[in-house]
């Protein structure tokens, strides 16, 4: 186990090697967000990507930067999918990884029963949360009807229910805490 410091001092050493790097490349970027070892940067549509991340990996010999490059409609920021519409507006809805493979945990687990409505219910709370419009909201709402009943073993039914009072929510008032 590592210091209790060491997240500490690597968001500063990242930190001060990315304003150096940004301040001697020839590319500006439009925005540059990074979050722990994901870096989310947009550029001018003429600059080079690939020369960023030559420059970026010039910077130091133990330092090397990956890239994952999105088509031109598809923007990944942590799970978030953003697109642009025929209208040029955002459309804005949960992103999967191409590596996601949709298993939650099962419902024959021997885990409580709250602990499996816990995990629908904060999945149907991020897609809520996310989605921009209703049909985007439903959509992803039925992909995860779809993967606890058919991938999962999860029935349809408390799937639903838990679904419809996690989107209900704003009529309750808050639990108590004993």
């Not at 090697?17 to 967000?33: G, M, R, V």
């Not at 990507?49 to 130091?60: E, K, M, R, S, T």
């Not at 088509?71 to 590596?99: A, C, E, G, M, W």
């Amino acid at each position: 186990m590592g210091s209790p410091l060491s997240p500490i001092i690597t968001e500063i050493y990242m930190t001060d090697l990315e304003e150096k790097a940004l301040q001697t490349s020839h590319i500006t970027p439009l925005c540059w967000f990074r979050k722990v070892d994901d870096t989310f940067v947009i550029l001018q549509q003429d600059d080079d990507p690939i020369a960023l991340l030559n420059h970026l990996n010039a910077q130091h010999p133990r330092m090397q930067f990956t890239m994952e490059s999105e088509s031109k409609n598809q923007l990944p920021f942590l799970d978030v999918l953003v697109q642009k519409d025929h209208k040029n507006k955002l459309q804005i809805s949960v992103y999967r990884k191409p590596t996601h493979t949709d298993k939650y945990l099962h419902h024959s687990s021997y885990h409580p029963p709250q602990v499996k409505r816990g995990i629908i219910s904060t999945l149907a709370r991020r897609a809520k949360n996310i989605s921009s419009t209703p049909q985007l909201l439903e959509a992803e709402l039925n992909h995860l009807r779809t993967v606890f009943t058919s991938y999962n073993n999860y029935p349809a039914k408390l799937v639903n229910q838990t679904i419809n009072s996690t989107l209900n929510t704003s009529d309750k008032p808050p639990r108590q805490q004993i």
